[in-house]
C-alpha cells in the first residue's frame, strides 16, 4: 500500500514544479510587452521613415569629438559625455528606442568630413560649424547650437582685441573655423595650427602663440576652470554649429531635421545647455527652442 502512496506525491510534487515554472514563464512574458511599449514610447510617431541602410545596421554611427569639451569628451571612466552625446543619444532613442544603439566613432576638426564621406561614418554631430565652404562636400541639418570666436589669452598679456594679434603668432585648430575667422579678422597674424585643444593650451604656455582663438563656448569652460587664463575682446565671426550627412543624402537629412524639431519642442536643447555651459554669458541666438 506504501508504494502507490509514495508515487502518488511523486505526481504531485512533479505538478507543482510544471505549475510554478508556468507560473514563472508567465510571469516573464508578461513583463516584454512592457518593456517594447516603453521602448516605443521613446520614438516619436510623427517622425518620417528611417533610411532602410541606417535602420538595417540597427544603430546609429556617428563622427564625434573626444577631445573637446564640453561638446565632446571622455570621462573618467572611458565614456563618451557632452553637450553633441546628449543630442546623439536622443537621435538613438528616436530611431531605435534605445538612447545606447549608438556607435561612437572618435574624429578630430582635421579627419571629421573625410570619415563621413569615406563612410566610416553616416552621420558627424562634432561642434562642425556649418559654412558656404563645407555645404560644397556635405549637407547640413537645420543649427543644433550657436556659437562666436573669442580669444584667449595669459593673465598678465597685453593683449586686449582683435586688432593688438596683427603680426603676431596666434594658436588656432587645424581644419577649424576659427582659423578661417581669424584669418578674415586679422590677415597679417601667423598661425600656428593644432590638432587638440590640449596642444593648443600648451603651446599658449609655453610661449609658442601670444593668443588662442576658439569657439567661445568652450573658452567660457576653460577660464572658469583656470584662472591663468582670460578672454579678451568682443565675440567674432557668428556660427552655426549643425550635424552633416553626406552630400545627397537627403531622406537621412529630413529624418534628422524632423527629430531635431522634436527635440526643440522638449526644450532638451536648451536642458543641455544649462547643464554643460553653465558659465555661458548669454543663450546662443541659434539655439533651437520651442
Sequence with gaps: MRKPFFVLNLIVIFAFLILTACGSNSESTSSSPSDKSSSAD?????????PDDIKKKGKLVIGV??????????DASGKNVGYDIDFAKKLAEYAFGD???????????DNRIPFLNSKKVDLLIASLAATEERKK????????FGTSNLTLVKKDSNIKELKDLEGKTVITLKGSTEALALQKAVPSAQQLQLTTLAEQLQALK??????????ESVLYKIVDQDSSYKIVGEPFEP???????????????NWLNAAIKEVSSQDLF???????????????QLLPRP
Excluded: C, H, Q
Excluded at 521613446?42 to 528611417?50: D, I, V
Excluded at 562636400?137 to 543644433?144: E, H, I
Excluded at 609655453?206 to 569657439?215: E, S
Excluded at 536648451?270 to 546662443?284: A, D, G, I, V
Design 99 to 109: 538612447a545606447n544603439a549608438v556607435e561612437f566613432v572618435p574624429v578630430t576638426s
Design 206 to 215: 609655453d610661449d609658442r602663440g601670444v593668443a588662442i582663438v576658439k569657439d
Design 137 to 144: 562636400v556635405v549637407d547640413f541639418t537645420d543649427p543644433y
Design 270 to 284: 536648451y536642458k543641455w545647455f544649462k547643464n554643460w555651459f553653465p558659465e555661458f554669458k548669454n543663450t546662443p
Design 239 to 253: 556660427m552655426a554649429i549643425a550635424a552633416a550627412v553626406r552630400k545627397g543624402d537627403t531622406e537621412y537629412l
Design 42 to 50: 521613446s520614438k516619436p510617431s510623427n517622425l518620417p521613415a528611417l
Design 65 to 74: 569629438k573626444v577631445d573637446f569639451p564640453p561638446f565632446g569628451s571622455m
